[in-house]
């Protein structure tokens, strides 16, 4: 029976809004595996990561396996697990002889993946994951949510995630009121208007999304934070430890 891993964070949103820049202060940076699935997209910033361009999902599980026996990695991030699916669609299901067969064994990747190498896993762990709206047709309300394929569309990829955190960007204006120790608005920010959050918390406004957390893991003041892995990490570190 594996354990929990309660350092396993799933920082959605759409596109440029973000999601890899809030890697950029992470702790120990030669001690993150960065597992690149989209065809070696460049991170925004320049990082001492371990970076690996991801050509086969199947590498992505070698790669939990490799982890555990590195001492000097204490993080594994997936960028992103909507690339990852699209891989695995196009390298092993597409070709395939019996489609039917490959799907099936595309859902039990992620399964195995999530509850096999990542439940496992004794490093902190980030998926990064792109949002799309769709509507729910049962209460005909848009939601937005990471699309999935296959039976993981009816569980939804947010549920193997107890912690999903949502990367937006923001007017000023709209998250006055939010102050916290873990949002700091800079000068430029300021001058700009906007600034590149985290929200963790469901509002009114945004009751359709699919951000969650344990219960006390953030206070009503931080539902928007700085877009900042490392202060995540450092909250989850702090409520399970």
């Known amino acids: 029976m594996s354990d929990v891993n309660d350092h396993l964070v799933l920082v959605c949103g759409k596109s440029a809004v973000g999601k890899s820049a809030s890697l950029m202060n992470m702790e120990n940076p030669e001690g993150v595996m960065y597992l690149n699935c989209e065809a070696g997209k460049k991170l925004p910033f320049r990082s001492k990561f371990k970076e690996f361009t991801i050509i086969d999902p199947l590498q992505v599980e070698e790669a939990f396996e490799a982890a555990n026996d590195m001492a000097d990695v204490h993080t594994i991030v997936v960028d992103s697990l909507n690339y990852l699916m699209d891989m695995?669609?196009?390298?092993?299901?597409?070709?395939?002889?019996?489609?039917m067969q490959a799907w099936g064994e595309y859902t039990q990747f992620f399964k195995r993946l999530m509850q096999h190498h990542v439940a496992g896993s004794s490093k902190n762990v980030i998926f990064m994951?792109?949002?799309?709206?769709?509507?729910?047709?049962?209460?005909?309300?848009?939601?937005?949510?990471?699309?999935?394929?296959?039976?993981?569309?009816?569980?939804?990829?947010?549920?193997?995630?107890?912690c999903v955190i949502s990367a937006k960007k923001k007017k000023l204006k709209d998250i006055e009121g939010y102050g916290s120790g873990l949002l700091n608005v800079t000068d430029e920010e300021?001058?700009?208007?906007?600034?590149?959050?985290?929200?963790?918390?469901l509002t009114k406004d945004t009751v359709n999304e699919r951000m969650r957390g344990p219960m006390g893991l953030w206070d009503?003041?931080?539902?928007?934070?700085?877009?900042d892995c490392q202060k995540v990490l450092d909250r989850l570190s702090e409520y399970y430890n």
């Open 220 to 227: 009503t003041k931080e539902t928007f934070i700085d877009n």
């Open 88 to 99: 695995y669609e196009s390298v092993h299901v597409l070709p395939s002889t019996n489609t």
């Open 190 to 201: 300021e001058m700009l208007g906007y600034k590149y959050v985290f929200q963790t918390k």
């Open 129 to 162: 994951a792109h949002v799309v709206d769709q509507l729910n047709e049962s209460d005909m309300v848009m939601e937005s949510k990471v699309p999935a394929k296959g039976a993981i569309k009816n569980q939804g990829i947010e549920s193997y995630f107890s």
